[in-house]
């Protein structure tokens, strides 16, 4: 019997076969774990130009999945600091009394799959297809608050109105806070999945008192800020039915 040559495709079809056998492929095998610690963390500073907007500036952020019925417990810290320059004006009108200040604050919060985080939230069994309690203002977490007021008198005898004085402060301090998100797996999740969520880490400035009272610096006062090294931790557990934060 003749034997038939051995083709090129007939080479190519057996090393084929060959490299199925020696290299199996395991569908599946990248797929993302749930409900692992989560950590992430960022030394770029970020000045209070960025975060002078009314949406704030994103600080952190990571996206990790979780299983039905989870609840997280958040960990952010930060590097935070306020500079403030008062310039009290002079005068020249007897017992005169002058006055300048600068304020300013960065507050913090988190939005879990675009809402933002509430404080205070109710378990509920069973879970909701979308969380029932949405953020606002109020829980937006301060982490550094700078009031800045100097005032001269005229007190000398005699009066002869009041010098200019100008007064520059500026320190940096860590400050940390916790968060709670009950029931994560009645959050909608991202576009890639249900149980896939984004946490985001927000940051936000403004030129206001501890009270939130806007303060208007007069011309040569002013406030800034920035936030230095920060960390995001989020650990997954397993609350009590029907806790509450």
Request: with cysteine; net charge negative; charged share 20%.
């Amino acid at each position: 019997m003749k034997k038939r040559p051995l083709t090129i495709t007939n080479v190519l079809l057996g090393l084929l076969v060959l490299a199925i056998f020696v290299n199996p492929v395991f569908v599946g095998a990248s797929h993302q774990p749930a409900d692992k610690v989560v950590a992430q963390a960022n030394k770029v500073a970020v000045f209070s130009e960025e975060m002078s907007g009314a949406d704030g500036v994103t600080i952190l952020d990571s996206t990790f999945k979780t299983s039905g019925p989870t609840d997280l417990m958040v960990h952010v810290s930060l590097e935070c600091s306020i500079l403030t320059r008062v310039v009290t004006p002079g005068s020249d009108e007897e017992g005169a009394t002058s006055t300048g200040e600068a304020a300013g604050r960065i507050r913090v919060w988190l939005e879990f799959d675009g809402k933002r985080v509430d404080l205070n939230q109710v378990s509920q069994n069973p879970q909701p297809s979308d969380p029932p309690e949405i953020g606002d203002d109020s829980d937006k977490v301060t982490f550094c608050n700078r009031h800045n007021r100097n005032t001269l008198t005229d007190m000398e005898d005699p009066q002869d109105g009041v010098d200019e004085m100008e007064v520059y402060l500026n320190t940096k301090n860590a400050n940390a806070f916790n968060w709670v998100i009950l029931n994560t797996g009645g959050w909608g999740g991202t576009s890639a999945g249900h149980n896939i969520h984004e946490l985001v880490v927000k940051a936000q400035f403004d030129e206001a008192d501890p009270n939130g009272t806007p303060i208007t610096a007069n011309a040569e006062s002013e406030a800034s800020g920035f936030v230095g090294n920060r960390t995001l931790i989020v650990e997954p557990t397993k609350m009590s039915n029907h806790a509450s934060v």
